[in-house]
Structures are given as C-alpha cells and as structure tokens.
C-alpha cells in the first residue's frame, strides 16, 4: 500500500487521456469518489488513480506486460550491470522502450504513467526510493539468474532455443509457492492464489528437485579439476544460482534445466491428455561451434596447478590485475 503510495501517482492530463475524458470530468470524478484531496496542483493522489482506472479495460493482457519486465532486467544482466536486479524508474522505461523497439505505452496495459505501472507487479517487483530516485528492484532475481535459455547447449537434446516464458516459471518459480495451472481457453499457464480453483495444475519444481537435478548435473560431467570440483560442490549444496558457478558450467546447466524442463512439461501435457503446445520451444539448430579456446585454456590451467607441488605455487607469477579482479569478485 505504501509503494502504491509513493509511486502511483499520475496527472490529471494522464489519467484523462487513458479514460478518453477531459481533464475536468477526471478531476470532478476523483473529488467525488475519494474527497476534496484526490487533485492537488493537477496530481490525483494514488487512491484516486486506482479507483478511477480500476474499470478501464486494458488492450493489452497483464502477462504481456510481466513477459517484459523481465525481459528488462534479464537484458540488464546480459550486459553485465553490477547491481542489475534494481534500477530506476526512468532507466526501466528505456528498456521497456528498447525491447519493444520503441512502441511501449504504459497505457496500453491500463496503466497511466510508468510509475504507476510497476505498482501493477507487486509479486514481480518492489518499488523503493522517493522522487526523484525512485527505483524498482526484482524480488526474486534468480528466477532470472537461471534463465539464460538461449545461451550455447552444446549437451542439450532440445537444440537451442527458448522454451516459453508462462511454462518456465510454472516449471521453477517454486520459491513464491504459487500454483500455476494451465488454461485450456487461453493456451498459456498463470498462477492462482487459490489451489483448489486452480484446474489442471502444473507441476512446479520443488527445493529438493532442483537439488536433485544439481547432483545429476555435476555427475554428467567429465575431467573436473579439483579446483572447479569444490566450486561445483558448494554450488549444489549452496542457492544454486548460476552465476555461482564456474564460468565454462555456465552454459552446460542452462541446457540440462531447459532439458529436463522441456521433458517435464512433455510428460504433463500427454498425462492431461492435453495437446502439446507447438510453440513449448522456440526450435533452433544445435550450435556447431566447439567450446571456446578462452575456456579451454582455463581448463587446462585449473589442471596445471592441481598438478603444482608446493614449491612449483610459490613460484607461479600472477598478473596484478587478475589478482584485483578475483579481490573484487570476493568483496562482491
């Protein structure tokens, strides 16, 4: 309610050209419902902008709107933002803009202005700061953290490609304990608050599963140093996001996730004796191209220095700048 607050403000001109009304009409509509002070210097107050739009019909669904947030934040990560499951209001909407090549409107999604939209998501996103910092930061950013489907799936017998945003979360969006459930009307899974009413329910991963699929993982892999075996160890006994991995790994589980996703949606669909959506996965050929030399290299080091007798280490020369940059990776 507080988020709401702060950041579902909007104007008057705002507000009148989402309802198709005059700037009057809105005003005398939002002193009705919520008192003399729903209007203060051409601003509704956010109790007012909700009561007014709450019986407007967007042209657009929700679940669109979602899909792309997390889009933005995904891009964020792509391009190595440090802190990048939060950003700002105005930054957000360049991305939204970006992804959509420049067709994004708040007002397509029933929403007046881009601060009172990311009030639509409080599952999604929260909304901190005041004007004029205001920021929204991802509630579970390793929903995103897991999800680079499109990367190289060199051990990965779906191909490369994507499997669909709704599907994916209802696979592994086990940490917000929603129950998704798929919708025959419209061909596409959404969460519901009520189990009961759910319908034909999803099977979503549990903790336990995903730890399971980790130790498989690990098992699959061949010629581990001992350096990337303790990485690989804590990372299945740790949160088991993807960026705790070592970096050649990176790839390989997002294909073993995909794998084993694609494979359990599979098996749902043919029990309910649902048709399997044509779109589960966005088919692509197989990548060709073999494992990179960087990471080849750094294979074969790991191997050097486990084969290292004590007084070999000693000696061993290390640039200045590496040594900084695993100092920082540490603090961070």
Known sequence: MEELARFGRASLAQVAELMGRSEEQVAEAAVRLEGDGAVVRGMLAASAVTALISEAEPARPLQDAEAL???????????????????????????????????FREKDFGA??????????????????VRPSERVRLREPELIETDDRD???????????????????????????????????????????????????????????????RQEFVRTQETVSEHDAARLAEWVDGAGATAALPRFYRPLWNAHLKSHAADRLRTFFVQ?????????????SPPTAPVSDVEHARRRAHAYIDAM??????????????????????EG
């Open 69 to 103: 947030l997390r889009n933005a934040f995904r891009l964020a990560r792509e391009n190595a933002k440090a802190d990048w499951a939060s950003m700002a209001v105005p930054v957000l909407k360049n991305r939204l803009l970006q992804l959509t090549d420049g067709t």
């Open 112 to 129: 007046p202005s881009i601060w009172h939209f990311v009030t639509l998501f409080p599952g999604l996103v929260a909304c901190e700061g």
């Open 151 to 213: 990367e190289s799936a060199e051990l990965d017998p779906v191909g490369k490609g994507r499997i669909r945003d709704d599907l994916w979360r209802a696979v592994f969006d086990y940490r917000s304990g929603k129950t998704y459930a798929w919708d025959e009307t419209r061909g596409r899974a959404s969460d519901h608050a009520d189990p009961d009413s759910a319908g034909i329910r999803v099977p979503t991963i549990t903790a336990a599963e995903l730890r399971t699929l």
């Open 272 to 284: 309910a004796g649902l048709d399997v959506p044509s779109d589960l996965i966005a088919h692509a």
């Open 309 to 330: 007798t004590g007084e070999e280490l000693g000696r061993l020369s290390i640039e200045l700048s590496v040594i900084a940059r695993v100092r920082i990776s540490d």
